[in-house]
């Protein structure tokens, strides 16, 4: 079993619609979760983090978590064609430090 | 304010040529992290850093890779000899590691602009 998860996509929705993305991960033991957005050929950058189960909202995207499900998710309302890009779910381990482990990322295209 | 720098931002080279990888980290952060990502295998981390020292290479693929950090605003990764399946794209990210026991306290990466391999 993989360490994160995600649906590897394309996942294409109408401009305007709500974008869901899911992670799930093997750690129960994790702390931090993370989404990550990745535009081609650019480099990840932080979107949201979240630390408690529930929601966390930010703007138009709500993370959401579920420790007892090992669930996390990522919501993008009202979706815009800038927001076409590969998400990456990032979980936290308890090592030494707290090492960041990356899912191998949902590619969303948005359709104008 | 400068972000990770990393150079060069492409590099061709053939097998069995050695190949360094250079990053400069966010001024004052304590931590870097160097990454390779591909199609296949996704984001992966190969080698951390804390306070210049190394603590955490287990995703160093083999001995023909090595990272050193001699001093807080440099790093770099070499590669000798090159093989074609090192061809990837190479991340450094830096961040500001804060004590641990904070709730929540995992610390934000920053993420150069990598460096695209390609070996021939």
């Known amino acids: 079993q993989k360490e994160v998860e995600q649906n590897s996509g394309p996942l294409s929705v109408p401009e305007g619609a709500i974008a869901s993305l899911n992670c799930t991960y093997s750690d129960r033991g994790s702390q931090s979760f993370f989404w990550y957005r990745q535009y081609s050929g650019k480099s990840p950058e932080l979107i949201m983090s979240i630390y408690s189960n529930g929601d966390k909202e930010d703007g138009r995207f709500t993370a959401q978590l579920n420790k007892a499900s090992q669930y996390v998710s990522l919501l993008i309302r009202d979706s815009q064609p800038s927001d076409s890009a590969t998400y990456l779910c990032?979980?936290?381990?308890?090592?030494?430090?707290?090492?960041?482990?990356f899912g191998p990322g949902t590619s969303l295209s948005v359709i104008p | 304010d400068a972000g990770v720098i990393q150079s060069p931002r492409h590099e061709v080279t053939e097998m069995g040529q050695e190949v360094t990888l250079r990053c400069k980290p966010i001024?004052?952060?304590?931590?870097l992290f160097w990454y390779r990502q591909t199609m296949m295998r996704g984001l992966e981390l190969l080698i951390y850093f804390n306070n210049n020292v190394p603590i955490d290479d287990s995703g160093m693929p083999e001995d023909r890779f090595s990272a050193k950090m001699p001093n807080a605003s440099f790093s770099t990764l070499k590669i000798q000899p090159s093989e074609p399946r090192d061809s990837a794209v190479y991340f450094c990210?830096?961040?500001?590691?804060?004590?641990?026991?904070?709730?929540?306290?995992?610390?934000?990466?920053?993420f150069g602009p990598g460096t695209r391999l390609t070996v021939l």
């Open positions: 001024s004052g952060h304590n931590s």
């Open positions: 990032a979980v936290s381990q308890k090592t030494s430090y707290d090492k960041v482990i």
């Open positions: 990210a830096s961040s500001l590691a804060r004590p641990r026991g904070l709730a929540g306290s995992t610390d934000t990466q920053y």
